[in-house]
């Protein structure tokens, strides 16, 4: 397991450690997990989805780098493929607040280059900033994305973006994790395809 998630790990449920541990130990865990590991999880455990996701919310937060403000975000973005994705936050000494990486940007950004085609999902363990509102807006399962926040009842992004402006009203079909075909061919040797692949 990664010295990262120790601290988190330690103060799960045992039944959840036990479960999870395996999956940790892998020393190339990609921070994620398969919709067959969430079901693992779920049944070693007896929790929903949702209290599933709360309970993992510390080892997604274990993955931030904040030298700037000490505050560690977590979010799980949940894939419509049942696959979860974590992510967090993550601040760079000599730049500005306003160029961090945030939680919910890192764990959607994760389940997209993960091939990730569209998400049901994102489970956070704080309320999401206006920049990030307007990030999950410009998805392609947009104002209908349910955010789930501790101590609250999950709601659809439209009701924390109101009025939202977004990629339809400037007429933008393709929106974030949707297919795009840009034409491009593959050429050259087996090894070359595979590294732009």
């Known amino acids: 397991m990664h010295p990262r998630f ?9 039944n959840l450690q036990s479960a999870l541990e395996p999956i940790l130990a892998d020393k190339y865990f990609p921070a994620l997990l398969t919709g067959e590991q969430v079901s693992s999880l779920k049944s070693a455990t ?6 599933l996701a709360f ?13 700037l403000s000490n505050f560690n ?11 979860w994705y974590f992510g967090a936050n993550m601040e760079f000494i000599g730049a500005t607040m306003q160029q961090t990486v945030h939680a919910e940007q890192s764990a959607i950004s994760h389940a997209w280059l993960s091939g990730e085609k569209a998400l049901a999902a994102i489970t956070v363990n704080y309320t999401p900033c206006g920049h990030c509102r307007q990030f999950m807006n410009e ?3 947009g104002l209908d994305l349910r955010i ?5 009842e999950a709601h659809a992004l439209r ?20 297919e795009q075909d840009h034409g491009y061919a593959l050429t050259g040797d087996a090894l070359s395809q595979a590294a732009i692949a």
């Open 55 to 67: 309970a993992l919310l510390p080892l997604a937060a274990a993955c931030a780098r904040t030298p």
């Open 139 to 141: 998805l392609n399962s």
């Open 148 to 152: 789930h926040l501790p101590g609250r």
């Open 6 to 14: 120790q601290t988190a790990f330690a103060q799960l449920a045992d």
């Open 73 to 83: 975000v977590g979010a799980i973005a949940r894939g419509v493929s049942g696959t």
């Open 46 to 51: 007896g929790l929903d989805e949702d209290a």
């Open 159 to 178: 009701d924390y973006l109101p009025d939202a402006f977004g990629p339809k009203d400037l007429e933008i079909k393709t929106l974030l994790m949707d």
